[in-house]
């Protein structure tokens, strides 16, 4: 039986809740006084416990402290006839479930008293925490995370260089940091720079590093990345945003581990490792003339694709579960875990922003709530509401292959084979899309391709996201 504690000095209101709520399912207690609620607390465990800031013997702050040593796991919710922006955060701060001010309205009693019993149900259920501190470490059992952790395995101790792809927020930094981890290097130095975070007339300096008098500025020689990491590992995020230079450079450092710094004439010899990772089409920035083509080739040469977290929901449970445990150590908070429903929702959101979101939706969630549990509605209203992740849509209109074959050969531009196997490609991507009306996971099993593949595969073909047409009659 559900058992609600009203601690209250005014008759009134312990009557009419008593009146309300009294069932055969449904027990309420009520105490007039701070020191007989605590009594009564410790003597009947409650479910959920109703307070009143305004206490003959002392106030319900006072109380709460109390009780928050007593009952830890239960719901408290404040009521007060003087309610302050000040007593507001005062309670929240100690933990209050909900603060509704009098005089009460029912309805609205009713809705939140049904919440906290809610929570005090899930608060009973043992929450699942991470054993120990992961941080740096890759989060996530589904197929297309295992395949990736293989890859990893595989390629971490050959000595060569990896291109990282993945769309923002998916970790690719993470990726980078386990292939260091697992390499022959890891006793070595590990450096990372974001190439997009650094101007473009720095951005030499900082990788090749500079004499003194290069430029306006360089009163003095400095040293790069790459001399500071010798014999170890860079990792080179947004490779995509390198300048010609820099792209020039980098290409001759991968070919002959040599180069000058920015205004010097001394050739350095240098032996690093090169991460490189990118949330941008790098084939396509080859065919713009913003990228080196031959870069991209010695770039190219073992490719780790990252998925993104739609193509992984079965994480999410686990992702979220890591972010309460890390925030709870970082704010010095006390959240126990999530409610079924709030796991729900966030399985069927899309996470455009991926993990990094994710992370930001959770924090968000925990800064919001009251009580110990994670319930829908303190999920964060800019990621509600939370919706499916919507299909790529399938383009089912046919295809004359001997005119495409015809045309691409006239215009003879050396992608006759690019071209023609492109829209074959298209159609069945498409068709096979409308066939599993939009879920990814089962187009690739019939292809008989992973996720990141067949998602990589639809981004260069340029596929649209929309509803999946219904199939014709």
Request: hydrophobic share 40%; glycine share 6%.
């Amino acid at each position: 039986m559900k058992t609600l504690l009203v601690i209250d000095d005014e008759e009134s209101v312990r009557y009419s809740i008593e009146s309300i709520f009294a069932s055969d399912s449904f027990a309420v207690a009520t105490a007039r006084h701070a020191s007989e609620g605590l009594a009564l607390a410790l003597q009947k465990q409650p479910d959920v416990i109703l307070l009143d800031y305004q206490l003959p013997d002392r106030s319900g702050l006072e109380l709460m402290r109390e009780l928050r040593e007593a009952t830890p796991k239960t719901p408290v919710i404040f009521i007060t006839a003087q309610g302050t922006t000040q007593t507001a955060i005062e309670a929240m701060k100690l933990g209050a479930f909900e603060y509704l001010l009098k005089p009460l309205d029912l309805e609205r009693l009713e809705q939140v008293i049904s919440r906290a019993f809610e929570a005090s149900r899930f608060m009973a259920v043992p929450a699942v925490m991470p054993a120990e501190d992961v941080a740096d470490q890759i989060i996530g059992r589904s197929a297309v995370m295992q395949e990736m952790c293989k890859q990893i395995g595989r390629i971490a101790r050959q000595d060569v260089n990896v291109l990282i792809l993945g769309e923002s927020g998916t970790g690719k930094e993470l990726v980078a940091r386990a292939l260091y981890t697992h390499s022959r290097r890891s006793d070595k130095q590990f450096l990372a720079i974001n190439c997009a975070a650094i101007p473009e007339t720095l951005l030499e300096s900082e990788l090749f590093g500079h004499e003194a008098g290069a430029f306006t500025g360089a009163n003095r020689r400095r040293i790069g990345k790459f001399e500071q990491c010798h014999g170890g590992t860079l990792f080179l995020d947004e490779i995509g945003d390198l300048t010609p230079g820099a792209q020039a450079k980098l290409l001759r450092v991968l070919q002959d581990q040599r180069f000058e710094r920015v205004g010097g004439a001394e050739t350095i010899d240098v032996k690093v490792r090169i991460f490189a990772a990118t949330n941008q089409d790098l084939a396509k920035l080859v065919a713009e003339g913003r990228f080196r083509k031959d870069l991209y080739y010695r770039l190219n040469s073992i490719t780790v694709l990252v998925p993104p977290l739609q193509q992984r929901l079965e994480d999410v449970s686990e992702l979220a579960h890591y972010f309460l445990f890390r925030f709870n150590r970082e704010l010095n908070l006390d959240f126990r875990g999530f409610a079924p429903e709030t796991i729900e929702r966030l399985q069927q959101y899309a996470w455009p922003g991926n993990v990094r979101e994710l992370q930001g939706v959770i924090q968000q969630a925990m800064l919001n709530a009251s009580g110990h549990l994670i319930l829908p509605e303190f999920l964060p209203s800019a990621s509600g509401p939370l919706v499916p992740p919507e299909p790529i849509a399938a383009e089912p209109s046919p295809i004359d292959l001997p005119a495409v074959i015809r045309q691409a050969l006239a215009e003879q531009g050396g992608r006759v084979h690019e071209t023609v196997i492109g829209a074959v490609e298209r159609l069945l991507f498409a068709e096979t899309l409308r066939h599993s009306r939009g879920n990814q996971a089962k187009a690739a099993e019939i292809l008989g391709l992973n996720r990141a593949t067949l998602r990589h595969r639809l981004r260069s073909l340029n596929l649209t996201v929309d509803k999946v047409p219904a199939d014709r009659e």
